[in-house]
């Protein structure tokens, strides 16, 4: 009798193990990335970006430096105008609206092309698809059996913390 009932316990230790594996392999396993993150990482020191930071500088330097020349200009017309001189006042105030529309014009121009560079950059076909290859491999390695975006959030009610391979990505694209 104890020899059967050792049977028995022995037979539903192992029934009992199958049956929690099976379920084990059923229990479907995700992650979420931000990858907005995974972008912005991957971006901060190529060439592209570089270029457009180096022009959105160059922009600025030389709007900063029209300002300060049309600055120059006001304070002159305001010297002129305290001393009487009417003709040199109007001169100069002419020349300050043509700078004024120069400059209005040379920063809209910059801004439209500044914008085209940044989109350019965040369309890059290159960068989808190393993500999606890297998106792969982290989910293979991690054993997960689907990634889903943080940007796409409407559908994500709540998630753990230690479901965000967002840092294994960026470590993966060697960031």
């Known amino acids: 009798m104890k020899r059967i009932n050792k049977?028995?316990?022995a037979v539903?230790?192992?029934?009992?193990t199958m049956s929690f594996s099976a379920f084990a392999q059923q229990i479907t396993k995700f992650a979420v990335v931000d990858t907005s993150k995974v972008y912005s990482a991957y971006y901060k020191n190529s060439a592209p970006v570089r270029n457009y930071e180096k022009k959105k500088e160059e922009f600025q330097a030389e709007i900063n430096r029209r300002t300060e020349e049309l600055r120059n200009l006001k304070q002159k017309k305001i010297e002129y105008d305290k001393n009487g001189d009417?003709?040199?006042a109007q001169r100069v105030a002419a020349e300050i609206t043509r700078k004024v529309?120069?400059?209005?014009?040379?920063?809209?121009a910059k801004n439209v092309e500044l914008e085209t560079m940044f989109a350019n950059l965040k369309s890059s076909d290159e960068f989808y698809?190393?993500?999606?290859?890297?998106?792969?491999?982290?989910?293979?390695?991690?054993g997960?059996?689907?990634i889903l975006s943080l940007q796409e959030s409407n559908a994500i009610?709540?998630?753990?913390?230690?479901v965000d391979v967002t840092d294994d990505v960026i470590s993966e694209l060697g960031l």
């Open 7 to 9: 049977l028995l316990i």
């Open 12 to 16: 539903f230790a192992v029934l009992s």
């Open 86 to 88: 009417d003709a040199a």
């Open 101 to 108: 529309e120069y400059l209005n014009e040379y920063t809209n």
């Open 129 to 142: 698809k190393k993500l999606y290859k890297t998106l792969g491999r982290v989910a293979e390695s991690g």
């Open 144 to 146: 997960y059996s689907m």
């Open 157 to 162: 009610l709540w998630y753990s913390p230690s």
